[in-house]
C-alpha cells in the first residue's frame, strides 16, 4: 500500500481550504484518509499553513510520499531538513545534539524571516492605507477652497449690485424730495 501525504479540498465555491492528510494513493481526494495532520489556506497572505512537524516528519520517516504542493510546504516548514540530518545521525555522519542544534537554528531563522514578512505586508498596508487617507485629505481641501472661491465670487457679484440698487434708491428719493419741495 503506497501512502501518500496530501491535500484534501474543503470550503465553498472560489474560497477553497485544504486539509493535509495522510491517505492511501488509491483513495479519492477528498475520500478516506487515514490521519489528519494539518490545515491550509492559501486565501491569506502569506498563506497560512497549520500542522502537526512531528507526525509529518514521523510518516516521512515511515516512507510516506508527499505530493508537489505538501513537499513544498514540508520543505517550507523544515520537516525535510528534519528528515536529511536524520538520515545524517542514522548513517553516523553527524550527531543527535549536532543535528538537533542545526534544525533548532534553521527553525529560529526561518520563523523570524517568516515574522519579517508579516511585519513587512502589515507595514505596507498601513503605509497605503496613509497614503489613500492623504490623497482623500487633499481632495477634500481642493473642493472647499473651488467652494471657497465660488462662494466669495457670488458675494462679491452679489455685493456692487446691492450696493449700486441703494445708491439708486437713495437717488430716486432725492430726486422725489427735490420734486416735491
Known amino acids: 500500500m503506497a501512502v ?20 492511501d494513493s488509491r483513495s479519492p481526494r477528498d475520500g ?29 520517516m515511515k516512507g510516506a510520499q508527499p505530493t508537489d504542493t505538501v513537499r513544498a510546504m514540508l520543505s517550507y516548514r523544515g520537516v525535510l531538513y528534519r528528515k536529511h540530518l536524520q538520515l545524517g545521525v542514522i548513517k553516523g555522519a553527524i550527531s543527535q545534539e549536532t543535528a538537533d542544534e ?4 534553521w527553525k529560529e531563522q526561518k520563523d523570524a524571516k517568516i515574522e519579517g514578512k508579516r511585519t513587512n505586508l502589515g507595514n505596507a498596508k498601513e503605509e497605503a492605507r496613509q ?11 481642493a ?7 465660488k462662494q466669495a465670487a457670488l458675494e462679491a457679484a452679489n455685493a ?11 437717488a430716486s428719493a432725492e430726486t422725489t424730495e427735490e420734486a416735491g419741495a
Do not use: H, S
Open 102 to 105: 542545526r534544525y533548532t537554528a
Open 32 to 60: 478516506r484518509f487515514i490521519e489528519k495532520i494539518g490545515t491550509y489556506n492559501p486565501q491569506t497572505n502569506p498563506a497560512t499553513i497549520n500542522f502537526d512537524g512531528d507526525k509529518a516528519f514521523d510518516w516521512i
Open 143 to 149: 473642493r472647499a477652497e473651488a467652494q471657497r472661491a
Open 160 to 170: 456692487p449690485a446691492a450696493e449700486g440698487e441703494t445708491t439708486d434708491a437713495e
Open 131 to 141: 497614503q489613500r487617507l492623504a490623497a482623500e485629505t487633499k481632495v477634500k481641501e
Open 4 to 23: 501518500k501525504i496530501r491535500l484534501a479540498r474543503r470550503g465553498r465555491k472560489k474560497a477553497a481550504q485544504f486539509d493535509i492528510v495522510v491517505a
